[in-house]
């Protein structure tokens, strides 16, 4: 039990330091260039059929779109006729409900 637990120890720190490790490859400038589009020299760079701004624009488009709420419906689903018409029922025939949850 102690190896498993110093073992889940050690995998923890030795994740967190490959994660800082991958932060400081990162570049810090996050303008509109793509970062592994920097690395490769320019002269590879003009090979591309699309530019990097375009490929964060296209980026950009796609998650808008997916994370919109334009197509759902929003609020709570509406109840079958059949509930509809038991609930009022339901009330008619204890009217105490009312008075007890205003």
Do not use: C
């Not at 994660?19 to 490859?25: A, D, P, S």
């Not at 570049?27 to 003009?46: H, I, M, Q, V």
């Not at 701004?53 to 997916?66: G, S």
């Amino acid at each position: 039990m102690r190896t498993r637990r110093l073992l889940l120890e050690g995998l923890s720190v030795a994740y967190w330091v490959v994660r800082r490790l991958f932060e400081l490859l990162i570049p810090f400038d996050r303008s509109e260039r793509a970062a592994l589009g920097r690395l490769l020299p320019r002269k590879r760079r003009r090979s591309f059929l699309v530019q990097p701004a375009t490929l964060l624009r296209w980026h950009r488009d796609l998650v808008r779109r997916r994370w919109t709420d334009a197509g759902r419906r929003r609020g709570r689903p509406p109840l079958a006729s059949e509930m509809d018409e038991l609930i009022l029922r339901l009330a008619g025939e204890n009217p105490t409900w009312i008075e007890a949850h205003p």
